[in-house]
C-alpha cells in the first residue's frame, strides 16, 4: 500500500520561501502526482500537478511561484514556494493526480504565511 508523508511546513513571513517535501514508499516511481492544500473552513484544492513525470500545471493563485518536481531515486515529491502569500496558509498534501484513483491521505503538513 502507498504511503505518502509530507513534511517541510512551518511558519514563514509573507514573501519568504518553503520547501514541502512528500516522501512515498510501496512503489518504484511516481509519474502522476500532485500537491493540494486545505484552508481552515474550505475544501481541499488541487495547488500543482505532475502528469507524464515531468508536465507540471499550477493553479492560477500560485502560478509563477510554486514550483512541483519529483526525485524518483529518492522517492521524493517537492514544491517550492516562492514569494508566499497569508492566503497560502493552509495544511499541504500530496496525492495522485486528479483522473487517477487516489491514495490513502496522509497527515500533511501545515504551512502558516503572517503578514
Same mark, same amino acid.
Given at each position: 500500500?502507498?504511503?505518502?508523508?509530507?513534511?517541510?511546513?512551518?511558519?514563514?513571513?509573507?514573501?519568504?520561501?518553503?520547501?514541502?517535501?512528500?516522501?512515498?514508499?510501496?512503489?518504484?516511481?511516481?509519474?502522476?502526482?500532485?500537491?493540494?492544500?486545505? +484552508?481552515?473552513?474550505?475544501?481541499?484544492?488541487?495547488? %500543482? !500537478? #505532475?502528469?507524464?513525470?515531468?508536465? *507540471?500545471? =499550477? +493553479?492560477?493563485?500560485?502560478?509563477?511561484?510554486?514550483? %512541483? !518536481? #519529483?526525485?524518483?531515486?529518492?522517492? *521524493?515529491? =517537492?514544491?517550492?514556494?516562492?514569494?508566499?502569500?497569508?492566503?497560502?496558509?493552509?495544511?499541504?498534501?500530496?496525492?495522485?493526480?486528479?483522473?487517477?484513483?487516489?491514495?490513502?491521505?496522509?497527515?500533511?503538513?501545515?504551512?502558516?504565511?503572517?503578514?
Amino acid at each position: 500500500q502507498v504511503q505518502l508523508v509530507e513534511s517541510g511546513g512551518g511558519l514563514v513571513q509573507a514573501g519568504g520561501s518553503l520547501r514541502l517535501s512528500c516522501v512515498y514508499s510501496a512503489i518504484s516511481r511516481f509519474r502522476n502526482i500532485a500537491w493540494y492544500r486545505q +484552508a481552515p473552513g474550505k475544501q481541499r484544492d488541487l495547488v %500543482a !500537478s #505532475i502528469t507524464d513525470g515531468y508536465t *507540471t500545471k =499550477y +493553479a492560477d493563485s500560485v502560478k509563477g511561484r510554486f514550483i %512541483a !518536481s #519529483i526525485d524518483n531515486p529518492k522517492r *521524493t515529491v =517537492y514544491l517550492q514556494m516562492n514569494s508566499v502569500k497569508p492566503d497560502d496558509t493552509a495544511v499541504y498534501y500530496c496525492n495522485a493526480t486528479p483522473g487517477f484513483s487516489p491514495y490513502s491521505w496522509g497527515q500533511g503538513t501545515q504551512v502558516i504565511v503572517s503578514s
